[in-house]
């Protein structure tokens, strides 16, 4: 019984410790390096200025002037992406669209973005990611923050 006993002991504490370690072997990026305000207002705009483009382009209309404000960011999540430290932000914004006309507003439009931090730690890129249907995966594209 004793020895039935000790061995139930061992093993438990042989699993708690493998998990343990495949744990740290796992990190996730740490939220005290998370992008600060200004990278995450101009990912936004960004991604933004990307929509407006390609939709003024369909068109054939000039694209509007934008600012936003008001960012709020409600839930930050971090995960590596290609072994960078990538951000997942969710939140939102308040938006002024400067027509050649007219100015509209908008508030509290939802964003969803990731942001990757490069290697040099210096530059961000924003990551859309891509379902491809055909072959059932997940890729990423980055654009370059400036």
Known sequence: MIRLWLHFVLTTILISLSSLIV?????TPPTEFAPDGEIVEKAIVLQLSQNFQ?????LNTTPPQLKINQ???KQLDSILVEQLFT???QGTYNLKLM??????????????????????GETWRLLKREYNLSYETTQWKSYLIR
Do not use: G, M, T, W
């Not at 744990?23 to 990190?27: I, K, L, V, W």
């Open 54 to 58: 390609s939709l003024s382009n369909q």
């Open 23 to 27: 744990a740290c072997n796992s990190p």
């Open 87 to 89: 951000y997942h932000l």
């Open 71 to 73: 960012i709020q960011v």
């Open 99 to 120: 027509f050649s006309r007219q100015i509209k507003e908008q508030k509290k439009n939802r964003f969803d973005i990731y942001l990757q931090r490069q290697i040099e």
